[in-house]
């Protein structure tokens, strides 16, 4: 029944918003027909419950231009054993020491300054790949791509393996991929035709949201079918939040997910600035933040606002009782231009978990983003649809003394993600869209 599958682009992890959607949407899927590829440095903190076959994309297939060849940590290519469990480093070693400081915030940002990020590196298929991808024998090909090499090298895979093919795009990154820098223009157009390219080998299209379906489907001439991250209802429904009271002289605020790039960052110093406007009284706000990121920049503007408390880091099996824990549940994004270009289709991984937790939600974001006009269309949170802090200071005070409404929002956001993000009902939508397409004899001609 079940097809073989390569995964290409995504790792299955516990932390990051792409590693816990494939997660939830491939769990079931014998693990004898289920594959990862990608290159080493990304396979770190990997989970082996889904899928405990990966392939690392190492020095024989991702290659540096010079001089760069001589700096970047070099991975041996080949299939990764984790001899039964896992081999994972902390969440945030990655984001530490100065080697990744230099690179990642001084080397990275001048490459793209000067045109030359889009260049510095390749994935090609080597023979030692090709042998392996001829033994396993995938039936279909599942890629989410973000960046021009990868988009190159899903290309290669869908050439080589003559296979339906799978696209699910996560965030609206193709518009924002080259908006700096030298050549930009250039870039722009050379990746958007390399992008269409490999969608003309596509069989099926997947977007994360109804707008972004709706939105691709216009720009790129597709079906575009919404898939976001299904909740495992029966694991979440044990913590969902029973009792709306509120301790005045302690309110628990709580923003979980990554923070400091691709747009979410100045909302959430935002939504700390409001809160320490409004001490006074009896009144006590505190903003917690649940992150794996560790980008000392943002993190260090938010820890000069008295109400932040960084949490630390936390297993995923104990993310229903922290967020059913919080009084208010934040969902953030930037008002940037930049924020707005890369967040306006998406909607955030956690956005249904924070539904089923049953705690009320508060949406800062633009009334353009989708995030925004699902909860404001489901009346499942209080949206704040534009960067004023006064209104910002009222709808946090609003929320807190209204616990009829705080009950409302709190209703229809639980019976609305056990009716859409039902993992039973996704996952078996999701997997048998997967199952169909391995068998259609009408695929792409690669």
């Known amino acids: 029944m079940y097809p073989k599958i390569l995964i290409f682009g995504q790792p299955f992890n516990n932390f990051s918003g792409g590693g816990?959607?494939?997660?939830n949407l491939f769990r079931g899927w014998p693990k004898d027909k289920i594959a990862v590829t990608f290159i080493g440095h990304g396979l770190l903190n990997v989970t082996t419950d889904v899928c405990d076959t990966y392939y690392q994309l190492g020095n024989e297939e991702?290659?540096?231009?010079?001089p760069l060849n001589l700096i970047q940590r070099k991975f041996n290519s080949g299939v990764k054993t984790f001899n039964g469990k896992l081999q994972e480093l902390p969440v945030n070693?990655?984001?530490?020491?100065?080697?990744?400081?230099i690179v990642n915030g001084i080397f990275y940002p001048f490459l793209h300054r000067i045109g030359l990020f889009h260049a510095i590196s390749k994935i090609s298929l080597s023979e030692r790949m090709k042998t392996w991808l001829s033994e396993f024998k995938p039936d279909i090909l599942y890629l989410q791509v973000s960046s021009r090499e990868t988009i190159l090298f899903a290309t290669a895979l869908c050439d080589f393996l003559k296979i339906p093919a799978v696209i699910h795009f996560m965030d609206d990154w193709p518009t924002t991929i080259s908006s700096t820098g030298l050549f930009k223009n250039y870039w722009s157009k050379k990746i958007d035709g390399e992008l269409k390219s490999l969608l003309e080998k596509t069989d099926l299209h997947l977007s994360i949201s109804d707008a972004m379906s709706e939105e691709y489907g216009k720009r790129y001439k597709k079906k575009f079918i919404p898939f976001h991250n299904p909740i495992d209802v029966d694991v979440w429904a044990p913590f969902t939040k029973k009792d709306f009271s509120i301790n005045r002289k302690y309110v628990k605020m709580l923003y979980s997910g990554r923070i400091g790039e691709n747009g979410i960052s100045e909302s959430v110093v935002e939504v700390a600035s409001a809160i320490d406007s409004m001490k006074g009284g009896e009144l006590n706000i505190k903003l917690h933040i649940q992150t794996p990121t560790k980008d000392e920049r943002i993190l260090n503007r938010l820890k000069k606002h008295e109400c932040v408390v960084i949490n630390p880091f936390a297993e995923y099996k104990e993310?229903?009782?922290i967020f059913s824990g919080a009084d208010i549940l934040l969902m953030a994004n930037d008002f940037s231009t930049m924020g707005m270009r890369y967040l306006r289709f998406s909607m955030p991984t956690k956005a249904s978990e924070y539904m089923i937790s049953g705690s009320p939600v508060l949406?800062?974001?633009s009334d353009q983003t989708a995030v925004s006009q699902f909860f404001r269309q489901n009346n499942c949170g209080y949206c704040v649809t534009k960067p004023d802090l006064k209104e910002l200071k009222a709808a946090i005070q609003f929320l807190i003394e209204n616990e009829e409404y705080r009950k409302m929002v709190s209703?229809?956001?639980v019976n609305l993600a056990r009716e859409r993000f039902d993992s039973n009902k996704v996952r078996e939508k999701f997997q048998r869209l997967l199952i169909n397409a391995s068998k259609s004899q009408n695929y792409v001609q690669k």
């Open 319 to 321: 993310i229903p009782k």
């Open 411 to 413: 209703r229809n956001a």
């Open 20 to 23: 816990i959607t494939l997660t």
């Open 363 to 365: 949406v800062y974001s």
């Open 93 to 101: 070693s990655i984001q530490k020491g100065l080697r990744y400081k």
């Open 62 to 66: 991702h290659r540096w231009i010079f």
